[in-house]
Nanobody, 125 residues
Framework: QVQLVESGGGLVQPGGSLRLSCAASGFTLDRYVIGWFRQAPGKEREGVSCTSSSRGSTYYADSVKGRFTSSRDNAKNTVYLQMNSLKPEDTAVYYC??????????????????WGQGTQVTVSS
């Protein structure tokens, strides 16, 4: 069964850190480009971090630059989103997504082949 499973969300105080994981099963993640997205209540889904086929080119939303870092461990077939200096406005459901589309450049695709179920991140004191 092909799926992406996120984990690592939770409640954290402002200024804290979380690391989200996105584990793939049923396919090999290193052949896919990865995107991290989030959706807050009443807001549209936004791309947080997207890595293109040229792995040195990763898009980060302005709101998370310098605080969030995406990475991958091909041996574990897992990608990560390290989130530091969290702010209340980072509160959202976070999703990972994978696509076989080959592209270069620093942006997120409009569509992805697979999506995870989402994990809630709440930043509050």
């Amino acid at each position: 069964q092909v799926q992406l499973v996120e984990s690592g969300g939770g409640l954290v105080q402002p200024g804290g850190s979380l690391r989200l994981s996105c584990a793939a099963s049923g396919f090999t993640l290193d052949r896919y480009v990865i995107g991290w997205f989030r959706q807050a209540p009443g807001k549209e889904r936004e791309g947080v971090s997207c890595t293109s086929s040229s792995r040195g080119s990763t898009y980060y939303a302005d709101s998370v630059k310098g605080r969030f870092t995406s990475s991958r461990d091909n041996a574990k077939n897992t990608v990560y989103l390290q989130m530091n200096s969290l702010k209340p406005e980072d509160t959202a459901v976070y999703y990972c997504a994978a696509s076989r589309t080959y592209y270069t450049g620093s942006y997120c695709l409009r569509s992805y082949d697979y999506w995870g179920q989402g994990t809630q991140v709440t930043v509050s004191s």
